[in-house]
């Protein structure tokens, strides 16, 4: 093979290699950090980019895990990446310890949800970023839990979880990371705790169940007094109402047949008028006539006695007549 077709194979080959390393495609929601001459020149973003192979060269980010195993030992995972992930990460702490204000040793794992938001800061400020964050959280929880009681652990999450927000936010701040939100998934007291928290519970609920008896007895007891006294008040107005219907009754009576025995006598005076008869004794005479009938009536064999003075009633009978004989003249 001739020489210049070897130098044009090297060439060819050369310059593939070149396009190869200088041409980089960086995925959307990724970025990559380029230095020259282990100095930071740029930070890549999505799409079709350029550098300069053996000048350029990007920055590997080497992520540390550590988790605990079963017998006690630990699990260390090195993970090295040229690329910086910009999505929202979701991070999953193991179970820890921690240390209640009234002293209860309390298992509680939480998960961190954390955003890379200056690839730059994730890169230069911090070693290993993943690690960082863990640490951090775990010792910001147990501050946040040892100024809280147990109580107040179990019911106050949302208090907790803005806590832990907020002061993580603020620490990873200067390594370009946001916190967005934090979750306490399980508080796990020891086992003699929730016991005894469980027997608290059902006395509460016991002592809770025979205050809401009682307190139901006692309504029942104020709804049917209250029901009572209203029959009796209803009751007393019926009454009250029935008296003052039948007095007035009684009176639209009286009046009307003091109107009848008015108009009676006004008839009377009209028709003996001028007869030269009194009309007093005619009424007089009539209302003995007929006390002496009421007195004399009944099946039973009765003795009247006519006092003295009843003889001038008598005496006025002849007058009547002569009354009627002008009454009967006059029509």
């Given at each position: 093979?001739?020489?210049g077709t070897i130098v044009l194979i090297l060439v060819a080959f050369f310059v593939i290699f070149m396009v190869a390393k200088g041409v980089r495609i960086?995925?959307?929601?990724?970025?990559?950090?380029?230095e020259r001459f282990g100095k930071y020149r740029t930070t890549l973003v999505a799409g079709f980019n350029v550098i300069i192979p053996v000048f350029d060269k990007p920055r590997e980010i080497i992520f540390r895990f550590t988790r605990d195993l079963p017998d006690g030992n630990k699990f260390v995972q090195f993970v090295k990446k040229e690329r910086i992930d910009l999505r929202e990460t979701v991070?999953?702490?193991?179970?820890?310890?921690?240390?209640?204000?009234?002293?209860?040793?309390?298992?509680?794992?939480?998960?961190?949800y954390f955003q890379v938001m200056y690839p730059v800061k994730a890169m230069y400020e911090i070693e290993n970023l993943p690690l960082a964050i863990e640490k951090l959280t775990q010792t910001t929880l147990r501050n946040v839990i040892g100024e809280l009681d147990l109580d107040e652990c179990l019911t106050s999450r949302d208090t907790i979880n803005m806590k832990l927000r907020q002061i993580l936010d603020e620490a990873s701040h200067k390594w370009g990371v946001k916190v967005n939100r934090v979750e306490l998934q399980d508080i796990n007291p020891p086992r003699d705790i929730r016991?005894?928290?469980?027997?608290?519970?059902?006395?509460?609920?016991?002592?809770?169940?025979?205050?809401?008896?009682?307190?139901?007895?006692?309504?029942?007891?104020?709804l049917h007094a209250e029901g009572i006294q209203q029959a009796q008040i209803t009751t007393a107005e019926g009454q009250k109402q029935g008296q003052i219907l039948e007095a007035?009754?009684?009176?639209?009576?009286?009046?009307?047949?003091a109107q009848g025995e008015a108009e009676a006598i006004r008839l009377v005076t009209e028709a003996i008028k001028?007869?030269?008869?009194?009309?007093?004794?005619?009424?007089?005479?009539?209302?003995?006539?007929?006390?002496?009938?009421?007195?004399?009536?009944g099946k039973d064999n009765k003795v009247v006695y006519i006092p003295f003075e009843a003889t001038g009633v008598l005496s006025s009978l002849g007058g009547i007549k002569d009354m009627l004989g002008a009454t009967k003249a006059l029509k």
């Open positions: 093979m001739p020489t960086v995925q959307q929601s990724e970025a990559m950090v380029i991070y999953d702490f193991p179970r820890q310890n921690v240390i209640t204000k009234d002293n209860v040793m309390t298992e509680i794992n939480a998960l961190l016991e005894a928290m469980e027997k608290q519970m059902r006395a509460e609920r016991d002592r809770r169940a025979q205050i809401i008896d009682a307190e139901g007895s006692k309504r029942a007891a104020v007035e009754g009684d009176a639209q009576s009286r009046i009307r047949r001028g007869a030269n008869a009194d009309p007093a004794n005619y009424l007089i005479a009539m209302k003995y006539l007929e006390t002496l009938e009421a007195m004399t009536s």
